[in-house]
C-alpha cells in the first residue's frame, strides 16, 4: 500500500492537531500520524520533519532518489510519494464512503465518485434526521456535505442551460470552478485535496468534466433518454402523423 508523506521545515514532530491546523485535515486517518525528524536535509534543503498518516515509522523516511516531491502551493508544506508506486484509489478509499459512479481518472484507474444531485433536483448524500416533538423526519443535508451539493445543483445548471440552443449558461462555471468542485467531490471518498489530484495527475481537460458529471448523476440521465429513443424507434410514429 503506497500512502503520500508530507513534509514540514523545522524540528516540531507532527501530531493530529497539528496536522488539522495545517490544513490537512482531509488527509487524517483517524487518529494515526506518523512523523520522525530528518537527521540531514530534506526537500529543497532544508531540515525538518517527515511525516504521514495511517503508516509504520518505517515507511516514513526521505529518500530523494526514489520518491517524487513538490512544495505545496501557498504553504511551507512538501508533498511527497514514492515514484515506482504512486498512491491509488485504493490506497486513499475512505473506511466509509458514499455511493455513486465510477470514474477512469488519468492515472487510468476507477475512482468512485458521489452522487449529490439526482435528477429531480433531490440529494442522495446522507442527511441529518430532526425530532419535532411528535415523529423524526429527514431534514438538510449533513453540514459537511452542503457545500458540496449546494455546488452540484449549480454544476446541472450551467450543464442544462449551456446546450440549450448554444446560449450560454447564465451560471458562470469555468475550468477552475470545475476542477474546485472535482476535488471536492473526490474529497468524500478519498483522502486527497487538490494537491495531491495535482501531484498525481488525476485531472485532464476530459476527467474533470466526467467527474462533474458522475456527480450530478448525468451518466443516469444519459441513459434515460437512450432508452426513450430506442422506445421511440420500435413504437415508430403514432398512425395519422398524430394529426
Known amino acids: 500500500m503506497s500512502q503520500f508523506l508530507y513534509f514540514a521545515p523545522g524540528g516540531r514532530l507532527m501530531n493530529p ?52 516531491w513538490e512544495q505545496m ?10 515514484a515506482a508506486s504512486p498512491p491509488t484509489a485504493a490506497d486513499l478509499a475512505r473506511d466509509r464512503q458514499v455511493d455513486g459512479h465510477l470514474v477512469i481518472l488519468a492515472d487510468g484507474r476507477d475512482w468512485l465518485v458521489p452522487v449529490a444531485r439526482a435528477l429531480d433536483g433531490t440529494s442522495p448524500l446522507p ?20 457545500e458540496l451539493f449546494s455546488n452540484a445543483c449549480r454544476a446541472w445548471d450551467a450543464l442544462i442551460e449551456g446546450g440549450e440552443d448554444g446560449a450560454p449558461a447564465s451560471v458562470d462555471f469555468d475550468i477552475s470552478d470545475e476542477c474546485d468542485l472535482a476535488a471536492l467531490a473526490l474529497a468524500v471518498n478519498y483522502r486527497i485535496g487538490p494537491a495531491e489530484i495535482s501531484a498525481l495527475g488525476l485531472f485532464d481537460d476530459t476527467t474533470e468534466r466526467q467527474v462533474l458529471e458522475a456527480l450530478i448523476d448525468w451518466p443516469v440521465f444519459e441513459q434515460l433518454m437512450i432508452q426513450k429513443k430506442t422506445v421511440s424507434a ?3 410514429p403514432v398512425p395519422g402523423g398524430g394529426a
Open 127 to 146: 442527511k441529518r434526521l430532526r425530532w419535532d416533538g411528535r415523529r423524526w423526519t429527514r431534514g438538510e443535508v449533513q453540514h459537511r456535505y452542503a
Open 73 to 82: 502551493p501557498e504553504s511551507d508544506l512538501w508533498l511527497g510519494f514514492d
Open 234 to 236: 420500435v413504437t415508430g
Open 17 to 68: 492537531a497539528r496536522a488539522v491546523a495545517r490544513g490537512l485535515s482531509y488527509a487524517l486517518k483517524g487518529q494515526r500520524v506518523t512523523s520522525n525528524e530528518l537527521a540531514g536535509q530534506g526537500p529543497g534543503g532544508h531540515r525538518g520533519v517527515i511525516f504521514g498518516f495511517g503508516m509504520d515509522a518505517a515507511e516514513c523516511r526521505y529518500l530523494p532518489g526514489e520518491q517524487c
